[in-house]
């Protein structure tokens, strides 16, 4: 099955610097990768996605890269706030509509 | 748009007990909702999914007797947990896929399961 690995697993950056956040799959036949944000107590939210014939996807101050070759996807969030602050989990998915999580990344945005 | 409800979003029961959890998605259709486990500080881990009016897909390890999972409507899904133990208290979020828009999950807020 699919194996998801998410770097780093904490990430403190000051507010308005940019904080990077990677992660690999391994089945060559994944084809959709989201993003969620998930706050304390709370379920995920979708915050961004990219399927697999798009190479960069952006929304506001958040993007995500995919090398499908490289078998490895990021995300960017640039000018962060405290509200940025989250555990934020990559997923990939393939057949069968189901998606692998990643192990989270708890991001914290120090004002 | 994409809204999905859990209810309720915590219950304390008393173990031999057990307990449903309803997940809805409230503007939208759902041909297929996932159920997930998460423990504190941990991933999501998948338990099942389900397809509105077939029977659900356990993951690997997940008791289906335990875990009875019913997806009655385009709509509605419900878990339930049969005869809780302690060891079954952890976070349980529902996610729904909207008809026909493939991989696409939007979840709801989570249930906070205690079992004493």
């Known amino acids: 099955g699919e194996n998801v690995e998410q770097h780093p697993s904490t990430l403190s950056v000051q507010e308005g610097d940019s904080a990077v956040i990677k992660c690999t799959y391994s089945d060559s036949a994944s084809n959709y990768f989201p993003w969620y944000k998930q706050e304390l107590g709370k379920g995920p939210q979708l915050i961004i996605d990219?399927?697999?014939?798009?190479g960069e996807k952006k929304d506001q101050r958040i993007a995500v890269t995919l090398n499908k070759t490289a078998k490895h996807f990021s995300l960017h969030i640039t000018e962060t706030q405290p509200e940025d602050s989250a555990v934020y989990f990559c997923?990939?998915?393939?057949?069968?509509?189901?998606?692998?999580f990643g192990t989270g990344t708890k991001l914290q945005v120090i004002p | 748009g994409a809204v999905v409800s859990q209810h309720p979003s915590w219950v304390i029961c008393k173990s031999g007990t057990s307990v449903k959890i309803e997940c809805r998605s409230l503007d939208f259709q759902a041909t297929t909702m996932f159920w997930y486990r998460q423990f504190p500080k941990q991933s999501l881990m998948l338990m099942a999914t389900s397809n509105e009016g077939s029977k659900a897909t356990y993951e690997q390890g997940v008791e289906k007797d335990k875990f009875l999972i019913n997806h009655a409507s385009l709509t509605l899904s419900t878990l339930t947990v049969t005869s809780a133990h302690p060891e079954d208290s952890s976070f349980y979020i529902c996610?729904?896929?909207?008809?026909?828009?493939?991989?696409?999950?939007?979840f709801g807020p989570g249930t906070r399961l205690t079992v004493t």
């Open positions: 997923a990939a998915g393939g057949g069968y509509q189901k998606v692998t």
């Open positions: 990219i399927r697999s014939n798009v």
């Open positions: 996610s729904a896929s909207p008809s026909g828009i493939g991989y696409e999950q939007y």
